[in-house]
């Protein structure tokens, strides 16, 4: 059981849903990077996602597109990524704070940095698993053993228009967590959760053991009181990254008091 699968046995055993935040990495610079990310663990995260910025967006809204352009802009690279990373897991683990990290990284990166390279780095770096999300179910099947062999897991995404026959073959490869995204389409903050959301979430629940992290739209307490009753945790980006863009203008102290308190606000929701 890797630190991944510990965090959700110990919210199972307390009764908790989990809060995931998302954050690019570069944005709005490397080493604000590692102070966003012990913020967020700090303030309620039970796992942090970590986006590779990639210069063609797979499913990325225009918040998280324009926060990969500004790290890109920057010239970030995938070895900061990893010692970046590596220098937040020793801190945490300084800090006795438990919160492990995934990464949300296209495939085409992992196949041109190389995939063995990619996973052995992952897991020298303190990650605890991947999303790959525009990695082919057929070839997930494939390098979920390698992922497995480095420790690590492979968390896998279903979409609201994914055939049943293709989620259950999707399932078969997935680990830690399953994503579940809550709408057709791109990322970005919504005004509702869609009723049929919570029908497939219904049928997701009886077809696996695995804990249900929704994401696509989630930004608001008022989500996450909905989904406290049929997920097992939220996956938050588009209105988090909305705070580090003002950066900038209000300052790096300013944007971890904000979303510090927007995760109080959205822990709060979910563990009442």
């Avoid at 995204?181 to 219904?202: F, H, M, Y």
Wanted: charged share 20%; net charge neutral; glycine share 6%.
């Amino acid at each position: 059981m890797n630190a991944l699968e510990s965090a959700f046995a110990n919210l199972k055993k307390e009764n908790k849903k989990a809060f995931i935040p998302f954050i690019a990495a570069g944005d709005p610079d490397i080493n604000s990077t590692k102070e966003l990310a012990i913020t967020l663990a700090k303030n309620g995260a039970t796992v942090i996602e970590i986006g590779f910025p990639y210069s063609d967006p797979i499913a990325d809204g225009p918040v998280i597109q324009a926060a990969y352009t500004r790290a890109l802009d920057k010239g970030i690279k995938i070895e900061h990524i990893f010692k970046a990373i590596s220098e937040t897991s020793a801190e945490l683990k300084r800090t006795s704070l438990q919160v492990p990290i995934v990464a949300m990284v296209s495939a085409s990166i992992i196949h041109r940095f190389g995939k063995e390279k990619f996973i052995n780095e992952c897991s020298k770096a303190g990650f605890s698993g991947l999303i790959i999300p525009d990695l082919p179910v057929e070839e997930s099947l494939e390098i979920s053993v390698d992922i497995k062999k480095a420790g690590l897991c492979l968390i896998q995404l279903v979409t609201p228009n994914t055939p049943k026959e293709r989620a259950l073959l999707i399932l078969s490869a997935c680990s830690g967590f399953l994503y579940c995204v809550s709408v057709s389409g791109i990322t970005g903050e919504r005004d509702k959760i869609p009723e049929e959301l919570i029908q497939n979430l219904a049928w997701l629940r009886k077809q696996t053991p695995l804990p249900l992290c929704v994401g696509f739209g989630i930004s608001k307490p008022e989500h996450a009181k909905v989904l406290r009753e049929h997920a097992d945790g939220v996956i938050v980006g588009s209105a988090i990254v909305k705070h580090i863009e003002t950066t900038d203008k209000a300052g790096l102290d300013a944007v971890k008091n904000a979303i510090a308190n927007l995760s109080a606000s959205l822990v709060g929701a979910l563990n009442p």
